[in-house]
């Protein structure tokens, strides 16, 4: 191992390089390169040279060496450590090159000097370390551009690939663009397919439905046409059985009045034959058309027969007239000649009560009811006297608490029944059903803050059946007589409680009786012994203070209670059962009108009566009796409205000639309507 020359070293740690501070944490690669400066030195290619021109010259200033040492260490060029790190490329060494000035100086310094051998040995070493660090760096420089060659190279294959992935990328991107569109294109195709054939399909369906309207339209035109066919026919038979109709009605009015030739004193075979030959042959002409609908001609036949059988009529009514009116001339003869006997018998013979009887008579009924009516009629006044009796207790208490019961029962009674009208269904069945209740028991209220029952009081019951059925009979009295149409609510209620306590209705056919003797029919006779204003009251009329009412009042209350009784036959209580035969139904009605054809007439009261019995009846009875209730329409037009007509004087014919009216109507038009009032089915939903 070399020896270290310690001169030099202190020669070089007093430059000014050697005072230069340096970093004391030195790497691996500054360590190495210190090592490497630390090792022997090699001969510069120079040496020779040097060994030739300045061995001499050195020797001769050996004394100056420190001196050279010192000035070499100043020499032109010194070497600057740039960086400690030995792998750091070889401009990191920077050769410093000292100003030119102090070169200068040195040169002329030095001029005459020769480097010292260890000068030599110094840059040779020097140049040395140089050139391998030169080769060293560019080994590495090499190295570097072989991986910046193989990076380049790198990323060129890597550019490459992801080129090509982005190619194919945008290939199958634009593949599936086309797949897309081509889906697309296809699915506009199916779709388009799929509008086209549901269109065709709507074409077809509408194609159909068309035809379907045409083939129901011609079907309809047909069934139109048939429709029309029929409903023409329809009315030509219509119209040719009505004609035949007013024939048979004129043919009866023909036999009615033949009937009566004997008592007119004149023939009228000729009218009846002639009459049943028209009749004869509108029935043939009737029974040909039969299998089908009768023909114009069929209907024109029969509106001639009707012409002819008119004139018949009134030619033989022209000569009935002139006979019934020298008929009437032969009675007033006769009594007037039976007026004078009666006098001059008068005048013989003291005046006696008989005679205040016979006034009575004329004036009032003339004939009595038929001995069952009688019978009936006892009967339902004796029970109504006993069951006045049963509540007498009850009816004449004089104790607070029972005249308290009995306040409160009436007012039970009396407001309900006040408040029946055809305002609504609903209302009218609350009011059925607080009468019900009360007579069933319940507690009901009385209208006021207590709560009443019949279970208070043990005649409590025989006193609401008897006054319900008084008041009923009441609201028939004061009400319908004013308003008619009230007669259907008041009846609806009165039928339902009937239904259900028939002791009620019972009742109110006794008062019904008492008060309207012409209900049953029965027109009560003057009795010996009976005072006039009595005799009066049990005709019906009200007597106060020896004043009897207005006939027109007494005619209004006898309507209201007659309308109020063909109501109650004719409705039942909507709610009650259907199974079960009505208590007093259509057939009492049609009794009522028999026995009332079967006795003779009273002015003013039998007409007016027969009218509002029919009108509120008629329709039912119609609808229940037909050809029959016709029948009997005819006969009262045609043998029991002329009777009528011969005892009203002038004062009272109104309410004939409004009987009359409504019998030619009727028959004419062949229909009774429906009386005002009715309660329809709609009503009973309200």
């Given amino acids: 191992m070399p020896r270290r020359d310690w001169k030099t070293l202190e020669a070089l740690q007093e430059s000014p390089k050697g005072k230069l501070r340096y970093d004391t944490e030195w790497s691996l690669d500054e360590e190495e390169l210190l090592e490497r400066s630390m090792a022997s030195c090699m001969l510069s290619p120079h040496s020779a040279w040097v060994l030739d021109n300045m061995v001499s010259p050195v020797q001769r200033h050996t004394s100056n060496t420190n001196s050279l040492s010192t000035q070499e260490t100043r020499g032109s060029y010194s070497v600057k450590a740039v960086s400690p790190d030995f792998e750091t490329d070889?401009?990191?060494?920077?050769?410093?090159?000292?100003?030119?000035?102090?070169?200068?100086?040195?040169?002329?310094?030095?001029?005459?000097?020769?480097?010292?051998?260890?000068?030599?040995?110094?840059?040779?070493?020097?140049?040395?370390?140089?050139?391998?660090?030169?080769i060293k760096m560019q080994n590495k420089i090499q190295k570097r551009l072989e991986m910046f060659v193989q990076y380049e190279k790198n990323f060129?294959?890597?550019?490459?690939?992801?080129?090509?992935?982005?190619?194919?990328?945008?290939?199958?991107?634009?593949?599936?663009?086309?797949?897309?569109?081509?889906?697309?294109?296809?699915?506009?195709?199916k779709e388009a397919l799929g509008q086209q054939e549901k269109l065709k399909e709507e074409h077809r369906t509408r194609a159909k439905l068309l035809n379907r309207k045409l083939r129901e339209a011609e079907q309809q035109r047909h069934l139109e046409q048939e429709r029309i066919r029929q409903e023409e026919?329809?009315?030509?038979?219509?119209?040719?059985?009505?004609?035949?109709?007013?024939?048979?009605?004129?043919?009866?009015?023909?036999?009615?009045?033949?009937?009566?030739?004997?008592?007119?004193?004149?023939?009228?075979?000729?009218y009846s034959q002639r009459g049943n030959q028209i009749c004869g042959i509108l029935s043939s002409v009737v029974r040909s058309s039969e299998s089908g609908f009768p023909t114009q001609e069929d209907v024109n036949v029969g509106e001639r027969s009707l012409q002819e059988m008119q004139a018949l009529v009134s030619s033989m009514q022209k000569?009935?007239?002139?006979?019934?009116?020298?008929?009437?001339?032969?009675?007033?003869?006769?009594?007037?000649?039976?007026?004078?006997?009666?006098?001059?018998?008068?005048?013989?013979?003291?005046?006696?009560?008989?005679?205040?009887?016979?006034?009575?008579?004329?004036?009032?009924?003339?004939?009595?009811?038929?001995?069952?009516?009688?019978?009936?009629?006892?009967?339902?006044?004796?029970?109504?006297?006993?069951?006045?009796?049963?509540?007498?207790?009850?009816?004449?208490?004089?104790?607070?608490?029972?005249?308290?019961?009995?306040?409160?029962?009436?007012?039970?009674?009396?407001?309900?029944?006040?408040?029946?009208?055809?305002?609504?269904?609903?209302?009218?069945?609350?009011?059925?059903?607080?009468?019900?209740?009360?007579?069933?028991?319940?507690?009901?209220?009385?209208?006021?803050?207590?709560?009443?029952?019949?279970?208070?009081h043990p005649q409590a019951l025989d006193f609401v059946y008897y006054k319900l059925a008084e008041k009923l009979v009441k609201q028939g009295e004061e009400e319908i007589a004013s308003h008619h149409e009230a007669a259907f609510p008041i009846a609806a209620v009165a039928s339902g409680i009937w239904e259900h306590h028939p002791k009620v209705g019972e009742l109110f056919l006794a008062h019904l009786y008492k008060k309207c003797p012409y209900a049953l029919p029965f027109y009560p006779a003057f009795k010996e012994g009976t005072s006039i204003e009595e005799y009066q009251r049990i005709l019906g009329y009200k007597v106060e203070d020896s004043q009897v009412e207005q006939q027109d009042n007494f005619l209004k209350r006898m309507s209201g209670m007659i309308r109020l009784y063909a109501a109650v036959m004719q409705i039942r209580w909507y709610y009650s059962n259907k199974q079960e035969s009505h208590p007093h139904g259509l057939n009492y009605a049609w009794q009522w009108l028999g026995?009332?054809?079967?006795?003779?007439?009273?002015?003013?009261?039998?007409?007016?009566?027969?009218?509002?019995?029919?009108?509120?009846c008629g329709n039912a009875l119609m609808q229940t009796y037909h050809f029959q209730f016709w029948k009997l329409l005819l006969l009262i037009k045609?043998?029991?409205?002329?009777?009528?007509?011969?005892?009203?004087?002038?004062?009272?014919?109104?309410?004939?000639?409004?009987?009359?009216?409504?019998?030619e109507n009727s028959i004419k038009k062949n229909e009774i309507p429906l009386p005002k009032g009715y309660l329809s089915q709609s009503f009973w939903r309200s």
């Fill in 90 to 134: 070889f401009s990191d060494f920077v050769i410093k090159k000292t100003p030119e000035s102090h070169q200068d100086s040195m040169k002329a310094e030095t001029s005459p000097k020769l480097l010292s051998e260890i000068s030599a040995e110094v840059e040779g070493s020097i140049y040395l370390y140089r050139e391998a660090e030169r």
């Fill in 156 to 189: 060129a294959d890597q550019a490459t690939e992801q080129l090509k992935r982005f190619e194919e990328m945008m290939e199958l991107k634009q593949r599936q663009e086309r797949d897309r569109l081509q889906e697309q294109l296809e699915e506009g195709s």
């Fill in 233 to 270: 026919g329809r009315d030509r038979e219509r119209r040719l059985c009505f004609l035949q109709q007013e024939v048979l009605q004129l043919v009866q009015q023909i036999e009615v009045d033949y009937k009566h030739q004997e008592t007119l004193r004149m023939d009228l075979s000729a």
């Fill in 319 to 456: 000569e009935v007239s002139a006979a019934e009116e020298r008929r009437k001339a032969e009675e007033v003869a006769e009594r007037v000649k039976q007026k004078e006997l009666e006098k001059q018998q008068t005048k013989a013979q003291a005046p006696a009560p008989a005679q205040t009887h016979q006034k009575s008579q004329k004036e009032g009924l003339q004939e009595k009811a038929s001995p069952c009516i009688m019978k009936s009629y006892q009967q339902l006044q004796n029970m109504c006297e006993q069951s006045l009796n049963d509540f007498a207790p009850l009816q004449d208490a004089r104790d607070p608490k029972v005249k308290a019961i009995r306040g409160d029962l009436q007012k039970a009674i009396y407001i309900p029944v006040s408040q029946i009208s055809s305002k609504a269904g609903s209302n009218l069945k609350e009011i059925f059903e607080k009468l019900n209740n009360l007579l069933l028991g319940k507690r009901v209220s009385s209208f006021g803050s207590s709560m009443i029952s019949v279970s208070q």
């Fill in 595 to 616: 026995q009332l054809l079967n006795m003779e007439p009273v002015a003013d009261i039998t007409s007016t009566l027969l009218y509002d019995f029919l009108e509120v």
């Fill in 638 to 663: 045609n043998e029991y409205l002329p009777r009528i007509e011969i005892i009203s004087t002038s004062a009272q014919m109104g309410s004939v000639t409004r009987l009359r009216l409504f019998l």
